[in-house]
T-cell receptor, first 115, second 115 residues
């Protein structure tokens, strides 16, 4: 059974710092790895999706990498801003069944960027 | 704008009562999902549906029921058999079908509490 772990559970950094969030998964037979952002009391917003055949994806100040052999993904945030404060969740997707994807989520990393 | 609408935002349940959470999407997505999120926890899959009139149990389906009579709608009923229903419930959808993976889109959630 796939298990996804995110370390650390919480992280506090000063504004402008570059930071890395970690995600590990136990079963390397994934279809894709997704990173989401969740603001308090809100739903999830998709940030990046890395297909199993890819090594990384970039969007603006965000860069996500994937190493299936070691069961790890990282989310790199450059030049952090107070608006980046949120909980970041990663989710691993097994090969889809009939077009649906049963994502397995980590518990998230709560990021606070201090002005 | 296309998106997912969940209602109500807050819901209170009395002992022995069934309650239904609404989820509507106008993204023309085939697949829809219901997740439960407890404080400090990742999301856990309750039910998912790949197409109209079809749905499958997720990891924690006991005490819940769903229907998928229309492509746009995937309501979740929390029955009296669910003894610990207090949680944040999130509905999501994805394109489904073949082709490259696409991220799941999420609603803003319904927070259910026990009176």
């Amino acid at each position: 059974k796939q298990e996804v772990t995110q370390i650390p559970a919480a992280l506090s950094v000063p504004e402008g710092e570059n930071l890395v969030l970690n995600c590990s998964f136990t079963d390397s037979a994934i279809y894709n790895l997704q990173w989401f952002r969740q603001d308090p009391g809100k739903g999830l917003t998709s940030l990046l999706l890395i297909q199993s055949s890819q090594r990384e994806q970039t969007s603006g100040r965000l860069n996500a990498s994937l190493d299936k052999s070691s069961g790890r993904s990282t989310l790199y945030i450059a030049a952090s801003q107070p608006g980046d404060s949120a909980t970041y969740l990663c989710a691993a997707s097994p090969p889809p069944q009939g077009g649906s994807e049963k994502l397995v989520f980590g518990k998230g990393t709560k990021l606070t960027v201090n002005p | 704008d296309g998106g997912i609408t969940q209602s109500p935002k807050y819901l209170f349940r009395k002992e022995g009562q069934n309650v239904t959470l609404s989820c509507e999407q106008n993204l023309n997505h085939d697949a829809m999902y219901w997740y439960r999120q407890d404080p400090g926890q990742g999301l856990r899959l309750i039910y998912y549906s790949q197409i109209v009139n079809d749905f499958q149990k997720g990891d924690i389906a006991e005490g819940y029921s769903v229907s998928r009579e229309k492509k746009e709608s995937f309501p979740l009923t929390v029955t009296s058999a669910q003894k610990n229903p207090t949680a944040f419930y999130l509905c999501a959808s994805s394109r489904g079908g073949s082709g490259p993976p696409r991220p799941q889109h999420f609603g803003d959630g319904t927070r259910l509490s026990i009176l």
